[in-house]
Nanobody
Framework: QVQLEESGGGVVQAGGSLRVSCAAS????????MGWYRQAPGKQRELVAA??????NYADSVKGRFTISRDNAANTVWPQMNSLKPEDSAVYSC???????????????WGQGTQVIVSS
């Protein structure tokens, strides 16, 4: 089994900064991609930022404000979120595409989600 443990989130004023973190643990052979998605009420879930084998991907709405980093040894990924806006408020969920054993297929894993509220 694989677990994704999230930390961070909370309430911050507009213009402030916040960091959420996600650590993957368990039966892990390789991690192909790891990142964060978010879903606001009434909206579809969207990619926020991720690190894949091809590099770093960001939603257009967060480019220049969010920076995602990864510690491969600790299987941890965290986006530093700066200049937060009320429209960044959402439930943020960690995602990882993981191979648990050599020769197995990639499997998607999700964290339980953490609330980020940006007050105006």
């Amino acid at each position: 089994q694989v677990q994704l443990e999230e930390s961070g989130g909370g309430v911050v004023q507009a213009g402030g900064s916040l960091r959420v973190s996600c650590a993957a643990s368990g039966s892990i052979f390789a991690i192909n991609a790891m990142g964060w998605y978010r879903q606001a009420p009434g909206k579809q879930r969207e990619l926020v930022a991720a690190i894949t084998s091809d590099g770093r991907n960001y939603a257009d709405s967060v480019k220049g404000r969010f920076t995602i980093s990864r510690d491969n040894a600790a299987n941890t990924v965290w986006p530093q979120m700066n200049s937060l806006k009320p429209e960044d408020s959402a439930v943020y969920s960690c995602h990882a595409a993981i191979i648990t054993r050599r020769g197995d297929y990639l499997t998607d894993y999700w964290g339980q989600g953490t609330q980020v509220i940006v007050s105006s």
